[in-house]
């Protein structure tokens, strides 16, 4: 099934009869709906660029303000260490890691669409809150209804993109999200430049441009197609049959609607979807897929710096303007890191990405503790090289990780679940995925402070925690069509051991009806 989400069992073996062209009709819906990921990226980079802005810290954090500016020109690692101004930040995806159980709901019984657009809604709606706060009450209201939004459409657009797009190009395919996201931290990073000037309302004009990402979505989802998988999963065979005519712009469609009708039925005959994730035939999507990935990508270190990397370069030494700017920079290279991603990613593959990644983002985590080791945290300005030398390691942290653990931490996971949990697994995907963020958001200020350099030597080690993982663990999944995936881990030399202790596994069902026959 192209960019579906095959039960292994229900798999009919008949991908190589899959035909199909890209259309016009498949670039609107994957445009519009990749889009979904402009949300997630827009707060990244807004949110990190409003908490350095003078204005904003004397309306709501006026002793971080007072602290800032008697470090003006000095560094000092604990310029911003305030809870109350990680929760800003964190409150967002606390509130996203609890949504995405509703969002569940919504995708599977009224489909992807619906989710997006009840997502585009409520970050609307947080937007125009968060332009409108008076106090930090408001504040976090806002921050709680764009993370509801963020929640429903992290749930939602890997799954529509996967299901959509060809299963040859699967990955560039669903790596479009990566690629708005990297666009929307960038887009978002440039706005605050120019509102940083505005005084004193600049912020309120970045914090409510949320509400023109928002508005786009949801206007262009009344015209998205709702998945071929989606609609045969809730019973609606003939508009299925349809759209993936004009999806894939040929009438010669029967080989992949027969693969999407078999694995509707054998999800249906699945009960307890969230139960059966524990079952040992879905050990492996569970442990890679739903806790390994997404919690790795948040530990990597590198939505720290997207969150707080005006705030970072501040506490290095930069002035505000300067920060700013460097935080476009470093937006700049994650897009660069996507497009590579996208160019490579169903050639090279998933780990090698993963992997050469790693060791670019260990050496560069190395440089920056090494740097701050001996120069940072004496009351000095840091000289003009020695900040060059910083500004540089830290990009080519962020573009290596804009090609590896920044997309394909949602790629990878939304290629192994099969049908009957696919909801369910993504769900607890973008719960895990926003736990971390909101941890990792909430103490990064406070380990910057007590750790200092070492917060940096600590985001080293888990780097190689994360690649060993991969390596291990990991099975190559470039150009294997999704309802093949569970061949990949019966072959696996350490995963077959436990898949094939479960009579439901399909390899097991496959060999009775095999024997079956002969009898």
Not at 61 to 82: I, S
Not at 354 to 371: N, P, Y
Not at 430 to 448: G, I, S
Request: one cysteine or more; proline letters at 3%; charged letters at 15%.
């Amino acid at each position: 099934m192209a960019g579906g989400f095959a039960s292994g069992g229900a798999a009919g073996g008949r991908a190589e009869f899959y035909e199909g062209k890209i259309t016009g009709y498949f670039i609107l819906a994957c445009i519009v709906g990749s889009f979904g990921g402009s949300l997630f990226g827009y707060d990244l980079g807004v949110s990190s660029g409003v908490t350095s802005m003078d204005d904003f810290l004397k309306k709501f954090f006026p002793d971080v303000y007072h602290r800032k500016q008697a470090h003006l020109h000095e560094t000092d690692y604990c310029k911003y260490d305030n809870q109350v101004l990680t929760l800003f930040t964190s409150s967002l995806y606390f509130a996203g890691l609890v949504s995405t159980f509703g969002a569940s709901y919504v995708t599977k019984r009224r489909g992807r669409r619906a989710s997006i657009m009840v997502g585009a809604t409520s970050f609307f709606l947080g937007g125009a809150i968060n332009a409108a706060a008076m106090n930090i009450a408001m504040l976090i209201v806002g921050r709680v209804l764009l993370g509801v939004g963020i929640g429903f459409g992290n749930q939602a657009v890997p799954l529509y993109l996967s299901e959509i797009a060809p299963y040859r190009i699967r990955g560039a395919v669903n790596q479009l999200f990566q690629l708005t996201t990297c666009l929307g931290i960038l887009v978002a990073d440039v706005i605050n430049y120019f509102t940083d000037r505005l005084h004193p309302w600049g912020w309120r004009l970045s914090l409510g441009l949320a509400m023109g990402p928002a508005t786009a979505i949801f206007v262009g989802a009344l015209f998205l197609p709702e998945t071929p998988n989606s609609l045969v999963e809730r019973g609606h065979l003939e508009e299925a049959r349809r759209v993936l005519e004009k999806v894939r712009g040929t009438h010669k469609v029967d080989a992949e609607f027969e693969d999407l009708k078999e694995a509707s039925e054998a999800a249906r005959a699945v009960k307890g979807t969230f139960r059966n994730l524990l079952a040992a035939r879905n050990r492996p999507q569970l442990i890679i897929g739903a806790l390994g990935i997404p919690a790795f990508q948040q530990l990597s270190g590198m939505n720290s710096i997207l969150f707080y990397s005006p705030v970072i370069f501040q506490s290095l030494g930069f002035g505000s303007s300067a920060a700013l700017y460097s935080s476009i920079i470093t937006g700049s290279m994650l897009v660069v890191g996507a497009l590579v991603s996208m160019v490579s990613v169903d050639r090279l593959g998933r780990r090698f990405l993963f992997i050469e990644a790693g060791v670019q983002m260990i050496l560069s985590m190395v440089v920056v503790a090494v740097i701050l080791a001996l120069k940072f945290g004496h009351g000095e300005e840091l000289t003009k090289g020695v900040s060059t030398v910083l500004v540089v390691a830290i990009c080519l942290f962020v573009v290596a990780y804009g090609w590896s653990w920044g997309p394909l931490g949602w790629l990878v996971p939304s290629e192994l679940f099969p049908l009957e949990m696919r909801s369910a697994g993504q769900s607890v995907v973008v719960c895990v995925n926003l736990f971390w963020t909101a941890a990792v958001a909430q103490c990064f200020l406070a380990a910057l402070c007590h750790l200092r350099w070492g917060v940096f030597v600590l985001f080293a080690a888990l780097i190689v925690v994360m690649s060993i993982f991969v390596i291990v663990l990991l099975p190559e999944t470039k150009q294997v069509p999704i309802e093949e995936i569970w061949m990949l881990f019966d072959r696996h030399w350490y995963w077959k051991r436990i898949v094939r202790k479960d009579p439901k596994y399909p390899g097991n069902l496959h060999q009775q009806q095999q024997e079956m026959a002969r009898a």
